[in-house]
Each structure stands twice: as C-alpha cells, then as structure tokens.
C-alpha cells in the first residue's frame, strides 16, 4: 500500500505537542482552538499519532510567500 503522507506533492503536517506553542498559535491569530479550520482524523496526509483535539501545523509551497504556513485542528 501507498503512504500517500509521504508523496512530494503533500505538504508537511506537523502535530503541536507543547501546549504553548498551540497558544501561541491561537493569540497571534486571536482565535480559539474551535475556530480554526478542521481536518479529518482519517485525512491520509496526517501523521498516524495525530488525534481528535489535536492542532496541527501545515507548510506549503508558495509562489508569493516562498512558504505558507497553516494551522488545522484535528476531528473525528
């Protein structure tokens, strides 16, 4: 079977394990931790420890910005 996470067209997902760094995330964009875009636990490209409630960081190529960087919280 194909691991699709590692195929070069995806970007990388990171999961946030320190609770800082996912505050940080939410105060610099003024927002709660439901408020943020939401990805499925069952999404391929996501790591396989990642769980329900969990933030994830996503780094894209970019054409403007070199890189893009976004942050989704995990469902169900």
């Known amino acids: ?25 939410l ?6 931790k439901t408020d943020l875009p939401k990805i499925k636990r069952k999404d391929p490209a996501l790591p396989r420890d990642a769980e329900a409630g969990d933030v994830v960081r996503i780094e ?8 893009a960087v976004v942050y989704r919280l995990v469902v169900e």
Request: hydrophobic residues 25%; proline residues 5%.
């Open 1 to 25: 079977m194909v691991d699709v996470s590692q195929h070069d067209f995806v970007p990388d997902h990171t999961i946030l394990d320190d609770p800082d760094d996912v505050e940080e995330v």
């Open 27 to 32: 105060e610099e964009y003024n927002v709660k």
């Open 60 to 67: 894209r190529d970019s054409r403007t910005t070199d890189t």
